[in-house]
C-alpha cells in the first residue's frame, strides 16, 4: 500500500462525511481521538492523506492525495 512510509503514525478510518470535509478545506470533529499525527483512510479503506488532530479533538488535513 501506498502509506506503508507512514507505518509510524496512527491510522485514522473516517466515515464519507469527515472524508468530504477534508477533502473540501474543512476540519472534522473527532473527539475520541488523542491528538497527534494520523495517516487517513476513508470508508473504503482508500489512503488519501496525513491529518492531524489537536487537543480538542479537531481533525485537519496536513497533506491530501489527489484522489478521482
Do not use: C, M, W
Not at 39 to 61: C, H, I, K, M, P
Request: hydrophobic share 45%; no cysteine.
Amino acid at each position: 500500500p501506498i502509506d506503508d512510509a507512514l507505518v509510524g503514525l496512527e491510522l485514522l478510518h473516517l466515515d464519507s462525511n469527515s472524508t468530504l470535509a477534508l477533502k473540501r478545506g474543512q476540519v472534522a470533529s473527532l473527539p475520541q481521538s488523542a491528538a497527534g499525527e494520523y495517516r487517513l483512510r476513508d470508508e473504503n479503506d482508500v489512503f488519501f492523506g496525513v491529518g492531524t488532530v489537536d487537543s480538542e479533538g479537531v481533525l485537519r488535513a496536513k497533506r491530501l492525495l489527489a484522489t478521482a
